[in-house]
């Protein structure tokens, strides 16, 4: 059987190269295959694959690891494109988080909806669209299968202006899942849910227990109820209105509603986030210096790219819980042009959407707010252009002034001008 070409851009990355490392060096399945690591930082991408080649011996699995700065000369012959690159993420999400406040906007976290967001797909969509016309020419089979923010727009951007076939992957359907199996007091593993809508604002249009089929949603209105009201009380707010718990967390749901400061405005924790790169760095180090058992780093992941990438190539069945995938069709009452998330199959013919219908009208309609925001954004990315940016920011519904949303524009557009160009 021919083994699987894997390119792994943002291999650099520690926290995502961590998460596939230990996906992919416990699926015998994939022995033997070619893995690529592709990053722009050389001391990283030179950490990480050394990383690699010590798991690859404490495994077994006999793959061909290489590394490269040039994507295009790992793309040749590529049939599988991991992504999970930021360009200089805190540093300039810190900017996308309080310049915004600064100028009045109440927002929680500015990396997915409200301006904040804006700006993360104005410097994204240029370089994924570009990485994606080098993938046309060099692997124009290949699946591109993306872990960065914001993933709709990316998402949505790729089936816009690109002929790849992409997926994206979040885990934040476990997220939910796991909130409510906690608020009724049944084990994870007890529990099924079936979840439509978009990344970081899904519904969990059922969930049942797997022994017996039993709705829980009885159960769980009657427990929540009676829950802490300190406990993700914007989600419950939204619950207890709209019938349907939504994923995944309160500041991620809050990100996209004109009241979702509600929700907190503390934002990231960059500064742990800094802290935490620090001691992942120095625990790497140790483990290439034998201070560390390589062993810890054999932990499977609730991430999905490694499990797609074996169900594709060797034709077996997956259901994947969450994919964010171009709607076209799978949830009726959202536009077509538009990035989400619901469950997949994959297998050796590929992916199937499972086609959802229609979701709830409530639960549609407070989607609805994203759509042209979203729409425009990417438009507005793949142009680099900032009249439409500028529209993009007096749709988004966590916007509320427009002087507010000029200085905005105007500040955050200097510091991301590096960044920002016409790509079409």
């Known amino acids: 059987m021919k083994t699987a070409n894997i390119v792994f851009i943002g291999a650099g990355s520690m926290s995502f190269g961590k998460v596939t490392f230990g996906d992919l060096f416990t699926s015998p399945e994939l022995a033997g295959a070619t893995l690529t690591l592709v990053d722009t930082n050389e001391a990283n991408l030179d950490r990480m694959y050394r990383i690699a080649l010590k798991m690859n011996e404490a495994s077994a699995m006999g793959l061909q690891i290489k590394k490269t700065t040039d994507r295009r000369e790992a793309f ?21 988080f309080h310049v915004p406040l600064k100028h009045g906007i109440k927002h929680c976290l500015g990396e997915n909806g409200g301006p904040g967001a804006l700006f993360f ?3 994204t969509i240029p370089l994924v669209i570009e990485i994606c016309r080098d993938m046309e020419e060099l692997c124009p089979d290949a699946w591109f299968l993306n872990f960065s923010n914001p993933e709709s727009r990316i998402i949505l951007a790729i089936n816009r202006y690109t002929k790849i076939k992409s997926i994206g992957f979040c885990h934040g359907v476990y997220m939910g899942r796991n909130a409510v199996a906690g608020i009724m007091g049944i084990p994870f593993d007890e529990i099924s849910v079936t979840a439509a809508g978009l990344n970081h604002f899904q519904w969990l249009l059922s969930i049942r227990r797997i022994s017996n089929n039993e709705d829980l949603y009885p159960l769980l209105r009657k427990k929540e109820a009676a829950l802490d009201p300190k406990y993700d009380p914007f989600s419950r707010k939204i619950f207890k209105a709209f019938g349907y718990w939504a994923t995944c ?5 809050g990100e996209y509603l004109q009241y979702g400061y509600e929700a907190g405005m503390h934002g990231y924790d960059f500064d742990g986030d800094d802290q935490n790169r620090i001691k992942t760095t120095k625990y790497f180090d140790e483990l290439l210096e034998g201070k560390h058992d390589i062993n810890e780093m054999f932990k499977k992941s609730s991430e999905k790219a490694v499990e797609v990438i074996a169900a594709l190539h060797n034709g077996t069945r997956k259901d994947i819980p969450a994919g964010i995938v171009y709607n076209d069709g799978a949830i009726k009452n959202l536009p077509d042009d538009l990035a989400v998330e619901i469950p997949i199959i994959v297998d050796g013919s590929g992916m199937t959407k499972t086609m959802i219908g229609n979701v709830p009208s409530g639960a549609a309609a407070l989607m609805s707010l994203q759509i042209g925001a979203q729409q425009m954004s990417v438009e507005a990315a793949a142009k680099g252009d900032k009249q439409l940016a500028l529209q993009a920011l007096l749709v988004d519904p966590v916007v509320n002034s427009t002087s507010a949303a000029e200085k905005i524009l105007d500040e955050l557009w200097e510091i991301n001008k590096p960044y920002i160009r016409n790509v079409l």
């Open 76 to 96: 040749v012959g590529a049939e599988y494109v991991i992504n999970s690159l930021a360009i200089d993420r805190c540093n300039l999400w810190r900017h996308d």
């Open 249 to 253: 967390s309160d500041d991620h749901l």
């Open 121 to 123: 797909t104005m410097r």
